[in-house]
């Protein structure tokens, strides 16, 4: 006969004050916004780096994102 397994106590949630996670969004709003710019504009006019390197190594992620690309 099986038995049945006790439900785990469900666990304490702490809230998170804005005042401790403001600075957190506002470093991975940054990240997140450089890591589009390379991967979308990040080419020709716009581009910071020259030459093609940037491009190639975010190429596969530019489609995966529904850039145009070529
Ligand atoms: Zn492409």
Known sequence: MAHPIAPAAA?????????TILPWAVF?????????????????????ISGEDVHEWV????????FPCH
Not at 11 to 19: E, F
Request: charged share 10%; glycine share 10%; no cysteine.
């Open 28 to 48: 991975f709003t940054i990240l997140m916004l450089a890591l589009v710019y390379f991967v979308g504009a990040e080419q020709g006019a716009t581009s910071l």
């Open 11 to 19: 666990p304490a949630i702490t809230p998170i004050s804005l005042k």
């Open 59 to 66: 190429h596969d992620g530019r489609h995966l994102l529904g």
